[in-house]
């Protein structure tokens, strides 16, 4: 969707992917997405603040967790943890549609543009990922998209819709995990 | 409902969670009086306290049921006798709850304040727990200082009679502030249930945007204030700190409860983050938590009551309640036809029996 470097933290945006709008944050350095419609009523979830959780078993008795922020709805106030898309208040009932957005490198994308990214297998995709390269030495992959511009010197936002990935490789240290 | 004989509605067992003691004057609580504050009273031809004539003008005909008015000239359920005649022998109650609102909470003078409350439930240990094995009662509290209301409970809460504080739900702060949380850990601790009722300090203005002009305004309008205390009770966390209070909600009403549970639990989604520990909506803490007398019964028409009933969700939160002596014209066998015949025992008596912790009778 594109330069990682476009989207400073507390930043957020849009993007539109295949038809739908889903709304991407860079929260301290982590990146989060979701649909960007509120389940509830459908505001532009795009457009809420990141709080951090409060809860508290005693009046008067606070935990304020910066380290887990809750994105607020723009309309109610309703709280949702971006990376599951469940809202705080009813987490069976009511839910958000998350999407997973990585940084990837350049050469990967690059890789995945020309092949259409949909078509890659979980193997295709390990097997690519590999050869990535290792945080502090980044190959420059030796495809370059025609279509699309992409600097492979560059990290980029990657908004993931497909099924679940396998679990990252131990040597995959430069991608960033999302929560 | 008549004077001689239950209503052929119910003939199940009865408890009555509302009827009233009425002090007949201030000289029947000097015997509970030290000297000094006999004499506070002479001294200056002090009568009673002002708060209840507001409330209920004597001959209102809210005030007394006019068959439940004494030809002799006494004070309407002044005295035991009364209340045997009237309501325990004809509807064979198995049990019933004496509340006295005697307003003690519209005296300033704190110690004179303490020494009336003291002295008002010493008489219904003696003229009412006394004299009849079927009643229970509410203590009353000197409501205006959160530390002699819990010195008062630990003097007199443990008497088996006490199954309840009586808690005008007209007061100078809302009963969920911290300052009240020991008392309410207090009753806890003595299991009794915290009694919120109609009444309470006349200082401070009925309804909550300035004084109305009549008294059908203050009295109809009531429920404002319970709405109040209500919601004060659950914002402010008072169910996470004594997790064991029960409540009940005395001549209250009770079919304005879905529009505020609705209202709230709309509200705390998106407000939660003020009273994080208000953890699940607030309308299921009122479920939990509160108990609601039958009287008065706002039961709208006939053809409704049984969809409004139901917007409760639940079985267990009414009880019912004569409120003798006043009279509100209640239709106990519309409100019973209007129920789901497993919620008729249950609000007639078992959901108090629970509540009060009150023994099955032979």
Not at chain 2, 18 to 45: G, I, K, M
Not at chain 2, 244 to 273: H, I, Q, S, T, Y
Not at chain 2, 295 to 307: F, V, Y
Not at chain 2, 319 to 324: E, G, Q, R
Request: net charge negative.
């Amino acid at each position: 969707m594109g330069r990682a470097s476009d989207l400073a933290p507390g930043e957020k945006m849009a993007v539109e992917v295949n038809g739908r709008s889903i709304a991407v944050f860079n929260v301290d350095g982590r990146y989060y997405g979701l649909l960007n419609s509120c389940p509830h009523r459908g505001a532009d979830l795009c457009r809420g603040r990141f709080l951090p959780l409060v809860t508290s078993t005693m009046p008067g008795q606070y935990t304020y967790d910066t380290g887990r922020p809750l994105l607020a709805c723009p309309w109610h106030g309703w709280e949702f943890d971006v990376t599951t898309g469940q809202s705080y208040f009813d987490p069976a009932g009511t839910r958000g549609r998350p999407y997973t957005v990585e940084v990837e490198n350049g050469a990967l994308v690059a890789e995945e543009l020309r092949r259409g990214s949909l078509d890659l297998t979980p193997a295709q995709y390990a097997q690519a990922t590999a050869a990535s390269g290792r945080a502090g030495e980044r190959v420059p992959g030796p495809y370059t998209a025609e279509t699309v511009a992409v600097c492979v010197e560059d990290d980029y936002l990657v908004v993931d819709l497909r099924p679940p990935r396998p679990a990252p490789r131990s040597d995959r240290t430069e991608r960033q995990p999302t929560a | 409902m008549t004077t001689t004989t239950a209503a052929p509605a119910w003939t199940g067992p009865v408890i009555d969670v509302d009827v009233h003691a009425n002090v007949p004057s201030a000289e029947a609580l000097f015997p509970y009086l030290a000297r000094q504050w006999v004499d506070w009273c002479t001294e200056r031809n002090w009568k009673a306290p002002q708060g209840p004539t507001v409330h209920y003008p004597p001959n209102s005909p809210r005030a007394c049921r006019p068959e439940w008015r004494p030809a002799d000239g006494r004070v309407p359920s002044s005295d035991v006798d009364l209340l045997r005649a009237h309501v325990l022998d004809p509807w064979g109650v198995d049990h019933a709850i004496v509340n006295c609102y005697y307003g003690v909470d519209s005296i300033r003078q704190p110690d004179w304040h303490n020494a009336m409350a003291s002295a008002v439930n010493d008489w219904l240990v003696e003229h009412w727990l006394e004299k009849d094995s079927r009643l229970r009662a509410s203590l009353v509290l000197p409501a205006r200082d959160p530390e002699s209301m819990v010195k008062e409970i630990r003097r007199v809460g443990s008497h088996p009679g006490f199954v309840q504080v009586l808690l005008p739900v007209r007061t100078d702060a809302l009963w969920g502030r911290r300052m009240f949380f020991p008392v309410f850990a207090a009753m806890a601790e003595h299991d009794l249930v915290a009694g919120l009722h109609y009444g309470g300090t006349n200082d401070g203005v009925p309804s909550t945007t300035g004084y109305p002009s009549y008294f059908i305004e203050e009295y109809a309008a009531e429920w404002q204030a319970f709405g109040s205390q209500i919601t004060s009770m659950v914002a402010e966390g008072l169910f996470q700190a004594v997790p064991d209070l029960r409540v009940a909600v005395l001549e209250g009403g009770f079919l304005w409860l879905p529009a505020w549970g609705w209202r709230m639990n709309k509200d705390w989604k998106g407000l939660r983050r003020e009273v994080p520990w208000l953890d699940e909506p607030p309308f299921d803490v009122v479920r939990r938590h509160f108990r609601f007398s039958t009287a008065p019964t706002e039961a709208g028409p006939a053809s409704t009551l049984e969809r409004s009933l139901g917007w409760l969700r639940t079985e267990e939160a009414l009880m019912f309640a004569t409120d003798y002596p006043h009279a509100h014209d209640d239709d106990l066998t519309r409100l019973l036809a209007a129920m789901p015949e497993t919620m008729r025992a249950k609000t007639m008596s078992e959901n108090a029996r629970h509540w009060y912790r009150l023994p099955r009778r032979g």
